[in-house]
């Protein structure tokens, strides 16, 4: 798996956007960018993935730059139900079988 | 759709006592892992199974065993509990469509061996 980088923490403004950015410079053409979060004490919970093209779904946006060594994924609208530490993740399915949880960015939405 | 379900949520083991780890997935998928998470550490696989009747060992197997029984269910067996093993399990499953896959996850089991 490439190495991602995220920051450690954000705090977001509850109703406000959250975008949240990882970098992954040493990705490769096939690598797919996942995203995942895990609410305190839950399972972690996927949220959108992509290749090469943006991406949206009724979670989330993903927003991948044209040279694939960065990505940024947008809460459209944080809630206070947002609050998580969020993962990105770059792994080549199916042959990376695992998910390579690093130590993501704390994200805390505040009222 | 009930997803990932484990069994139990919780339990308390003494060391040497045995136990398994029930997971179940009611979306036909293919693959199903399991992961076990320390406090404040990410996520590490121990056993993972790409289809029904096969299982692979993951980064940390020692000291499990897994049993793919159909392709729903795919249980995690401790044989001799040890401290090391408190942790909180995870189970997953996933299909692969259009060349790539999404995991998804249960609630997990929270274990604590004395």
């Known amino acids: 798996d490439a190495k991602t980088t995220q920051p450690p923490s954000m705090d977001c403004a509850e109703g406000r956007a959250a975008n949240l950015p990882c970098n992954h410079s040493t990705i490769s053409g096939n690598e797919y960018v996942y995203w995942y979060r895990q609410i305190h004490s839950q399972g972690p919970q996927y949220i959108i993935h992509?290749?090469?093209n943006n991406e949206t779904n009724e979670m989330a946006s993903l927003i991948i730059t044209e040279d694939r060594k960065s990505s940024t994924l947008i809460l459209p609208h944080a809630t206070l139900r947002d609050t998580a530490v969020y993962y990105c993740i770059v792994r080549l399915p199916p042959n990376d079988y695992k998910l390579s949880f690093g130590a993501g960015t704390t994200v805390t939405v505040r009222a | 759709n009930a997803g990932v379900t484990q069994t139990p949520k919780f339990q308390v083991l003494k060391t040497g006592q045995s136990m398994t780890l029930q997971c179940a997935q009611d979306m036909n998928h293919n693959s199903m892992y399991w992961y076990r998470q320390d406090p404040g550490m990410g996520l590490r696989l121990i056993y993972y199974s790409a289809s029904e009747g096969t299982t692979d060992k993951g980064e940390v197997p020692n000291g499990y065993n897994v049993s793919r029984l159909n392709k729903r269910e795919f249980s995690l067996r401790l044989e001799s509990a040890a401290p090391s093993q408190t942790s909180v399990y995870f189970c997953?499953?996933?299909?692969?469509?259009?060349?790539?896959?999404?995991?998804?996850f249960g609630p997990g089991t929270r274990l604590t061996v004395l």
């Open positions: 992509g290749l090469k």
């Open positions: 997953a499953s996933s299909a692969t469509s259009g060349g790539t896959d999404t995991q998804y």
